[in-house]
């Protein structure tokens, strides 16, 4: 407690001002405030663009499936999360299946889905997945892309990826509040270049040239900025980078 003390009062005199000052001041921009009452006026695309992008930027990734019948599917997910590490769980959300979602689908049908990383290389091609093609048609046909098969894991990966995880269907949470879905995986097997994961396990994002997308068509690469020790309460965290 006596730690924590001198750290807030060193704060207050100023001695970690530069840890904290920030680069813009709200004072110089004109604020928009906008209310609940005002979202619902929007224009469904205006409402969409706006809502969409507000968390900040998400990985993009091609999440492949393959249908009963082998017909594999790729498509576009900007809404991938990190569930746990112990079991390696990882989750995506899935519109509501009042129509047809050839993902959940195939998903549900085989218990095996893919993530694969999307870089500039064969942006073009993955932004085209978010078409609504029949259930007849491959994206990966459409678009060039490569389906690619290891082992007795059924879900195809995307050739072109360099970071690519297959995983096993675990459960199904269905949201309420707008009838979305929450899919949960456990990761069954990672493919990644060796050179690409640090000694402390982290994979190089940037190095491999994973893109990050804002909203649903917007795409921009990722940069280290910073790299910090494990944060403590009894003062700032040491930056290593």
Same mark, same amino acid.
């Given at each position: 407690m006596n730690k924590f003390v001198g750290s807030l009062f060193r704060l207050l005199k100023g001695e970690y001002s530069n840890a904290w000052k920030p680069r813009w001041s709200s004072a110089k921009y004109e604020i928009m405030v906008i209310t609940a009452e005002d979202i619902e006026k929007f224009d469904k695309r205006y409402r969409v663009n706006l809502i969409n992008a507000l968390t900040g930027f998400s990985p993009a990734n091609l999440i492949g499936t393959r249908n009963r019948r082998g017909k594999p599917n790729l498509a576009m997910f900007s809404s991938l999360v990190h569930i746990g590490s112990n079991p390696p769980l990882m989750g995506f959300i899935n519109r509501p299946d009042t129509v047809a979602r050839h993902t959940l689908e195939n998903i549900r049908e085989t218990g095996t889905f893919t993530v694969n990383h999307v870089h500039q290389s064969f942006l073009s091609e993955a932004h085209q997945t978010s078409a609504r093609y029949p259930e007849e048609v491959s994206e990966f046909t459409v678009t060039g892309l490569t389906p690619e098969f +290891?082992? @007795? +894991?059924?879900?195809? +990966?995307? &050739?072109e990826a360099v970071i690519k995880i297959g995983l096993r269907f675990r459960e199904e949470i269905k949201i309420e509040l707008n009838g979305t879905h929450l899919i949960?995986? @456990?990761? #069954? &097997?990672i493919r990644i270049p060796d050179s690409f994961?640090? #000694? @402390?396990?982290?994979p190089d994002l940037e190095r491999a040239g994973s893109l990050v997308v804002s909203g649903l068509d917007a795409y921009f690469v990722s940069r280290l900025v910073g790299k910090f020790a494990y944060a403590k309460p009894e003062g700032f965290a040491e930056r290593l980078e």
């Open positions: +290891f082992g @007795e +894991f059924t879900a195809p +990966f995307v &050739n949960i995986g @456990e990761i #069954d &097997n994961i640090s #000694d @402390e396990g982290r």
